[in-house]
């Protein structure tokens, strides 16, 4: 509330006492937050784990500036040792088992195990010791995941050939060979945790670019401003030291640092970086400029009006990381799977051992130990779980960049249903500029008399129409009077008292309300309004005066976006105020499937209503402030901004661009992305589906083939990386 109270630390402003905010979107809060990427109801203040999948917590606000991950470096650390210790003994494995002659005579079958346990342990507890701890905290949380598969499976391999290796004789005959000595299986413990750690490297990697969106939105911002002071001496702050009302000069190439008016040159600005718009817009004094975006080649003056947390670009960082955070519909069936799904891996993993133990071929406990081994680590739910979040992240952020903001998960898996959007007319169809065309007094009445009384009535009114009626006759030299007594009708029209005269304007209901007779005026409408025009009636004293007409251009897009819908199996739907003829004549221009005309703002929510109760899941686009109840109502609510005018919180989409353009791009990301997720909960299915009968051994009694547990380590980890990759290809998406 008062800009000019700044200080280094949180605290209460001393004028009005609330909390300090921070100045701009890159200055850190007091505390950071940590959130699970696939559970966002886990939200800690401190770094950790989550309780529930076990996955790192990451930080809720992604920073501009990219930081050392802490976690990925961490691991790196692990992966690199493990791998360095796991080489050797894999070589000395693989060689004693496929050419023992080799090692004849100088290394026992005892030493070469021992040497197996040396290099093996370090690997096993210390390497892969992140994964007992998270494996032991879900088992105390009692939420069963992925690392409690896999610190059960290197455990019992590791723990096997412990035993193997110092008390062998524990084991029955048959398992021993002629020294004595008893299989071990240290390489597949270490290789497991080395290809487990190699898993993680690549996915904390790949997780770390579904947030490349907002990294890109927050490294839009410039540091730095030049403010021009009450001499016009320039001087170059900090972003964070430019408030409301500060006058910034930006150079030509420069980056327009906050939202503001331009009050003195002209450039061409280029807002590609956030309306997703190629085409650089003029910009003149009087038009409004947008933070981050570039200036063109000439030198603009402009006025702060918003800076930090209030900057469109501010708005938009924070609406796509709660979209980003939020869980789709289609996620709950991935969680209820991965909720039985560990404990029934687990069972199957017993079963099969004991199965092994029971019926299998000698040694039967070495087949038991090493198949159910195998059927832990290769049944690892984290591409389940990873399947629907990482495409929502990059999903969203990748609508963020061409102009499209979508609220959270729910409307992104809902926006791919919508067979039915309804349009508002003015400012949606149309460019929202309407311009007085036709002005009809009847014959006794002066033209300047009657331009005088309506513009001095229309400029009490806040109405877009009544703009430009006001604007329209000053232009023509006219001089306004006062109003008295003023009254907007709403959905009808106006009334009030000008230089002693009451003068209504609006539409025929208006006119026969007041009893006013139109009757000559009828036949000159319909024709104005056979051409798409909006025609409104004047009254003066309780006799009609006369007619005006008013035309909203059709924006150059309408009709290309329109036929786009249409190709898309949207049914489009035209509501508005306006008179039917009128309607009909702009929908008939357009190929728009139906019109509903003369309806009253609190009506439009009724009509949606009515859509809704014949079966249809409805968006509809409007303003996204006389729209709100409609919005609300509505299956999909879509706000068409235009620029810095943007209202996020009325509707579940807001298109940057007030365009309808907008609306086929967030239909084609829906989709996308819901593709995308099915592909990777396909995926994940059918590996697991695939994966835990083969390791189980179901093909070993027909083909004579055992997985081994190495082998299902390297594809449960590839397993989870491929999921976030096939995400990633969001980035690319063509809107």
Not at 261 to 269: A, D, F
Request: net charge negative.
């Amino acid at each position: 509330m008062h800009p000019q109270v700044r200080q280094d630390h949180p605290g209460d402003c001393p004028i009005c006492g609330m909390t300090l905010e921070p100045v701009n979107i890159t200055d850190e809060a007091s505390t950071i937050q940590y959130i699970c990427p696939m559970h966002p109801e886990i939200v800690r203040d401190a770094p950790g784990d989550c309780p529930i999948c076990g996955m790192t917590l990451e930080a809720r606000e992604i920073q501009a500036d990219d930081e050392d991950n802490a976690e990925l470096m961490h691991m790196m650390r692990r992966f690199w040792i493990a791998l360095g210790l796991t080489l050797p003994l894999f070589i000395l494995a693989m060689g004693h088992d496929l050419m023992p002659g080799l090692l004849a005579g100088k290394l026992t079958t005892q030493t070469i195990q021992w040497i197996e346990f040396v290099l093996a342990t370090p690997v096993v507890w210390w390497c892969g010791w992140p994964f007992f701890q998270k494996g032991w905290a879900s088992i105390i949380n009692r939420h069963l995941n992925m690392f409690t598969l896999i610190s059960l499976g290197i455990s019992v391999a590791w723990g096997y050939s412990l035993v193997a290796t110092f008390w062998p004789n524990v084991f029955p005959a048959i398992m021993r060979d002629e020294s004595g000595a008893v299989g071990v299986y240290f390489e597949a413990a270490a290789v497991i945790t080395t290809l487990v750690l190699l898993g993680q490297v690549l996915e904390l990697k790949a997780r770390s670019q579904t947030s490349a969106a907002i990294k890109l939105l927050l490294g839009m911002a410039p540091k730095t401003a030049t403010r021009v002071n009450a001499q016009g001496d320039e001087e170059r702050v900090p972003l964070a030291q430019v408030q409301v009302g500060d006058r910034l000069r930006v150079k030509p190439g420069e980056k327009i640092p906050v939202d503001g008016i331009v009050l003195e040159g002209h450039s061409t600005v280029d807002e590609s970086m956030v309306t997703g718009e190629p085409l650089s817009v003029s910009k003149k004094p009087g038009d409004h400029v947008i933070g981050a975006t570039v200036n063109g080649t000439g030198s603009l003056l402009i006025e702060a009006e918003k800076v930090g947390r209030e900057t469109l670009l501010a708005q938009i960082v924070q609406m796509v990381s709660e979209a980003q955070r939020s869980r789709a519909p289609i996620q709950k069936l991935a969680d209820t799977v991965a909720g039985y799904f560990v404990p029934l891996v687990i069972l199957i993993a017993l079963l099969t051992l004991f199965i092994w133990w029971w019926f299998g071929p000698e040694p039967r406990l070495a087949h038991a130990v090493v198949n159910a081994v195998a059927v832990l680590i290769i049944a690892c739910p984290c591409a389940l779980g990873l399947a629907t979040p990482v495409s929502i992240m990059v999903g969203t952020g990748r609508g963020a960049t061409a102009g499209v903001l979508i609220k959270n998960a729910q409307v992104l898996e809902l926006m791919e249903k919508v067979d039915t959007l309804v349009v508002d007319k003015t400012g949606t169809l149309t460019e929202g500029k309407p311009k007085l065309t036709q002005v009809k007094p009847v014959a006794d009445i002066d033209e300047k008399t009657f331009l005088q009384l309506i513009g001095s009535l229309e400029r009490a009114s806040e109405h877009p129409l009544a703009e430009a009626i006001v604007q329209d006759v000053l232009s023509r030299g006219v001089d306004l009077s006062d109003v008295m007594a003023f009254q907007a009708l709403t959905g009808r029209g106006v009334q009030g008292q000008v230089n002693g005269h009451t003068v209504t304007l609006g539409n025929s209901r208006l006119m026969q309300e007041m009893g006013i007779n139109i009757e000559a005026l009828t036949r000159d409408a319909e024709n104005l309004r056979k051409n798409g025009e909006t025609v409104m009636f004047v009254g003066i004293d309780g006799k009609a005066a006369g007619l005006i007409a008013v035309s909203d251009p059709i924006k150059a897009t309408t009709a290309k976006a329109l036929k786009a819908l249409h190709d898309l199996n949207i049914k489009v739907v035209m509501l508005t105020g306006d008179n039917l003829t009128s309607a009909n004549a702009v929908a008939a221009r357009l190929g728009i499937d139906d019109v509903v005309a003369e309806v009253l703002p609190e009506q439009k929510a009724q009509v949606i209503k009515q859509l809704q109760s014949q079966g249809k899941v409805v968006a509809m686009a409007g303003d996204g402030i006389n729209d709100a109840p409609a919005l609300a109502q509505a299956d999909v609510g879509i706000a068409m901004g235009t620029g810095t005018d943007v209202a996020m919180e009325s509707a579940d989409v807001t298109l940057v661009k007030g365009d309808l353009m907008g609306i086929v791009k967030a239909r084609r990301l829906s989709v996308s992305t819901m593709r995308n997720i099915r592909q990777n909960l396909f995926f994940a299915f059918f590996y697991n589906s695939l994966g835990v009968p083969v390791a189980a051994g179901i093909l070993y009694p027909f083909f004579g083939i055992l997985l081994s547990p190495m082998i299902a380590a390297a594809a449960m980890s590839f397993s989870s990386v491929s999921v976030i990759f096939n995400a990633l290809r969001l980035r690319n998406l063509s809107l």
